[in-house]
């Protein structure tokens, strides 16, 4: 009895100890910085120190990370204002390992034993063996910039049958085998879980037969009357250090640092419970028996720390997020929801005759999104400021819908995934912004097929949330340039932007003017009897391309094409223009080229020797120059395709002779008289 209770007793001092030590160090906010690369005698050190306490260790220079390898571990034992001490493991391979005697030594054995007979025989037993296993060989660094080559080994004092008493960390000198530190090291562990919120699916609002799902409760405060505050992360998990097998009470309500819940009709949703370190973690949920009430402001919570985390992603560091919005719900009355910039708080009516709770789904992320608004010092139109919050409820939610079953099963307030047209006139600023929520709606789906489902959305929630910092907060034309400048990636958006294409489709989809950009690449290629043009069909949505030589107009062709022959244009110099033109009219700017072409040379089909006759003596001069390839100042294949199909054969020689003895047909043009290749090919006549 005398020992459990000495062993008691140690256990309570040292678990007030670590209280107060761990307390401490919170309430001091430490911070730490790396001190690496230094080097005692052949091995590479690396150590931390507290950045508050401005503490440097003489000969060792501070950088932010540590020497490649992983190959170097350490931690600060010791750190308060007057005494800092750090540890440095050796720089060496784990395959190196530590020297062979260290573990054997009976010196090591020695000097264990004699602290534990000096200091802990009577709370229990300590197996020597198991701590002799342990030593690590390091070098300890002292604040006045001595280097001490010690073993670190550890041990558990305690009895078989009963929980450990303590853990204890010797440090021994290597040089005299002299214990310079004993350590009490407590075990610790986590009492955690995590808080649910129960919310309509789909975004939709209450009522007696919507189905619910659990979403995290993401900046949650949860209180721990021993261990004070802290905050649930974006799964909406918590965590307090205890013993090992420890628990604390904790409670939370519908609050946090920087959302704050107040229920109009009556007492908040609270918990109070007892959370323990042991699996499974716990999964609390607030709104577990839903209620029209109790929804309304777990969803305000829960949609609001969804949307935020959402766009921390997005833009980490996003500084209107730091600012805490009041969110009211429950209020009396129907079919409101508005943001007080005055009040900074959002606010929610109950449910009445013709509407739902207006708390739910998209009603609250839209509301949200104004209290950014405002935080930015932006001055918006109020279309404006409606399109782009319906825009981030949808991305939010992944859903086109805003208030989906707003004033009944199936009714919607505003649906982006209509094809509204620019512009809107309408006294409500929410349907004048519609376009340009919807163009922003369709340029994400557009991405995502052209880029991949999570690719295209991150891109276009990108340059949603540029081109409003961009912007002139006004819808109008002038939105596109400013998704085009966010979009530009050489400050010359007048070049192209990588995703150019795709903006203007999705804007001009929507009835707003889009920049013409001319066709891109234009060649013109001067040939025996014609000009070949080829172009790019460029980003702009083209309707068809007009095309010009020397400002006469040949010819329209439509968009998707991207080549055209001028066959024997007169011999001269001459431009061609090309004019790409929508399917309004509107023109781009023209693009030019310019050729020289020679005059034509007049032949007749078959007239191989070129005296203007056909004739048995043409047929010799055909086979001399297909097999033979002799006959001197020959120029024209022309007059050899006697067929005209752009190649030379000794089909064409049985041609004139079927032709000149057999009554077979005539060559074709131009014959008899003298003429031009009527057909455009690689053969020419000089």
């Known amino acids: 009895p005398h020992r459990e209770c000495l062993i008691m007793r140690a256990t309570r001092v040292l678990s007030i100890a670590l209280f107060v030590a761990v307390t401490a160090l919170r309430a001091s906010g430490t911070e730490w910085r790396t001190v690496t690369r230094a080097t005692i005698g052949t091995d590479d050190l690396a150590i931390r120190v507290p950045v508050h306490l401005g503490v440097r260790v003489d000969g060792l220079r501070t950088v932010d990370r540590h020497r490649a390898g992983g190959l170097i571990d350490t931690r600060v034992i010791g750190a308060t204002a007057a005494r800092v001490e750090a540890w440095a493991r050796l720089g060496r391979s784990a395959s190196e390992g530590r020297p062979e005697a260290l573990e054997d030594s009976p010196l090591l054995s020695g000097a264990i034993e004699q602290r534990f007979e000096g200091h802990f025989a009577s709370l229990g037993t300590m197996d020597v063996e198991a701590a002799r296993g342990s030593a690590e060989e390091r070098y300890r660094i002292e604040s006045d910039g001595t280097v001490r080559h010690v073993a670190v080994v550890r041990g558990t004092i305690g009895a078989s049958h009963f929980p450990p008493a303590d853990e204890v960390e010797l440090v021994i000198d290597l040089d005299d085998w002299e214990v310079v530190e004993t350590r009490s090291i407590l075990r610790h562990a986590d009492a955690a879980g995590y808080f649910h919120g129960r919310v309509p699916v789909e975004g939709l609002p209450y009522s007696a037969t919507v189905a619910f799902e659990n979403l995290p409760l993401v900046g949650l405060e949860v209180y721990s009357p021993t261990l004070g505050a802290t905050l649930t992360d974006a799964d909406g998990y918590f965590s307090f250090e205890v013993p090992t097998g420890g628990s604390t009470f904790v409670t939370a309500e519908l609050d946090g640092p920087l959302i704050t819940v107040f229920d109009q009709s009556g007492p908040g949703a609270s918990y109070l419970g007892l959370i323990g370190s042991t699996p499974p973690l716990p999964v609390i949920v607030f709104n577990g028996s839903p209620t029209e009430h109790s929804t309304a402001e777990t969803s305000a919570f829960a949609i609001v720390g969804v949307a935020r985390s959402w766009l921390d992603e997005l833009s980490p560091g996003f500084a209107p997020l730091s600012v805490p919005v009041n969110i009211n719900v429950n209020y009396p009355g129907s079919c409101f929801a508005f943001y007080s910039p005055i009040f900074t708080s959002m606010n929610f009516s109950l449910a009445g005759a013709l509407c739902a709770n207006t708390a739910y789904g998209s009603i609250i992320a839209h509301e949200y999104y104004h209290h950014l608004q405002n935080q930015l010092g932006i001055a918006l139109t109020p279309a404006y400021a409606e399109a782009m919050a319906d825009v981030f409820a949808a991305f939010v939610l992944e859903s086109p819908l805003i208030g989906p079953d707003y004033q009944g099963v199936g009714t919607i307030l505003r649906d982006l995934s209509l094809p509204h047209q620019y512009p809107s006139v309408s006294s409500d600023p929410a349907i004048t912004g519609l376009p340009l929520a919807a163009a922003f709606w369709t340029l994400r789906t557009e991405l995502q097929v052209e880029l991949g489902l999570d690719e295209g959305s991150a891109v276009a929630h990108q340059l949603w949330l540029a081109s409003q910092l961009l912007g002139s907060g006004e819808v109008g034309p002038m939105v596109v340039d400013e998704v085009l400048a966010a979009d530009d990636d050489d400050a010359n958006p007048s070049n192209g932007t990588p995703h150019q294409e795709a903006i203007l489709a999705a804007f001009s989809a929507h009835g707003f003017p889009v920049p013409i950009f001319p066709i891109e690449n234009l060649h013109c290629d001067v040939l025996e009897n014609r000009v070949s043009l080829s172009w790019s069909p460029g980003p702009s949505p083209l309707d068809a391309v007009q095309i010009f030589r020397s400002g ?135």
């Open 552 to 686: 006469v107009f040949l010819a329209e062709v439509d968009a998707a094409e991207s080549s055209y022959v001028d066959l024997y244009p007169p011999a001269g110099d001459h431009f061609y223009s090309l004019i790409g033109v929508t399917a309004s009219g509107a023109s781009a700017t023209p693009v030019l080229c310019v050729v020289q072409v020679s005059p034509y040379s007049e032949f007749v089909r078959g007239d191989v020797n070129r005296d203007l006759e056909v004739e048995i003596a043409d047929v010799i001069e055909f086979l001399s120059i297909l097999f033979e390839q002799d006959v001197p100042g020959y120029g024209c294949d022309d007059a050899l395709d006697v067929d005209d199909n752009g190649s030379i054969q000794i089909t064409d020689a049985v041609i004139l002779l079927n032709y000149l003895f057999l009554t077979g047909p005539d060559p074709v043009a131009p014959f008899p008289d003298a003429g031009f290749d009527p057909t455009p090919d690689d053969l020419g006549c000089i």
